[in-house]
C-alpha cells in the first residue's frame, strides 16, 4: 500500500517516535512524506521514504494531488494543535480529497494506531481493488 505521511512542526517528534513503534508494519509498505517529516522518520528508523518539497513549500500540494490521482491509499498526518493555529488551504484541500476519494486518513496517534494496526491485519487489503495502480499492486503483478 502507499502510505503518505505529513506532521506539523510541533508533531514531528510524535510521528517519528510512531513510526519507530511501528516500523515493522510501515517497512511492508510504500512510503512518501514531506520533506522534513520523511528526513527525520528517515533517519530515525532507516526506512525508505520518498521525500516531497516541505509542506509549506507545496509537499501537501504534492500528496493532496496523489490522492486525487487514486496513488495513496492511506494518509497519516498529525496537525498542529494549537488553539490559535488554523488549519491552512492545502491541508483542508487534502483532507476534502481524502473524503472524496474515500482515503482513509489519521490526524492523530490514536487514529493513526488503529489504520497502522488494521494494516498490519490486512484489513485495508479493500484498497487493492479500488487502487489497481497503486506500487503494492504493481509489485503483486510482478511476482
Known amino acids: 500500500m502507499d502510505i503518505a505521511i505529513i506532521a506539523d512542526n510541533n508533531k514531528k517528534e510524535l510521528m517519528v517516535q510512531f513510526c ?4 515493522g508494519i510501515l517497512s511492508k509498505h510504500h512510503l512518501c512524506a514531506t520533506h522534513i ?6 533517519d530515525a528508523t532507516g ?3 520518498e521525500t516531497f518539497l516541505t509542506g509549506s513549500t507545496g509537499g ?5 494531488s496523489r490522492v486525487a490521482y487514486n496513488e495513496i491509499d492511506v494518509v497519516l498526518y ?6 490559535d493555529s488554523t488549519p491552512t488551504d492545502a491541508t483542508e484541500n487534502l483532507l476534502r480529497l481524502c473524503d472524496l476519494y474515500n482515503i482513509p486518513v489519521a490526524t492523530n496517534i ?13 484489513d ?3 484498497r487493492e481493488f479500488v487502487n489497481p495502480t497503486s506500487e503494492y499492486n504493481r509489485r503483486k503483478r510482478t511476482r
Open 78 to 83: 498529525f496537525r498542529n494543535t494549537e488553539v
Open 124 to 126: 485495508l487489503n479493500w
Open 110 to 122: 490514536a487514529t493513526a494506531e488503529v489504520l497502522v494496526t488494521a494494516l498490519g491485519n490486512g
Open 60 to 64: 501537501i500540494d504534492q500528496i493532496a
Open 47 to 49: 526506512l525508505k521514504i
Open 20 to 23: 519507530i513503534a511501528y516500523c
Open 37 to 42: 517529516t520523511g528526513k527525520h522518520i528517515s
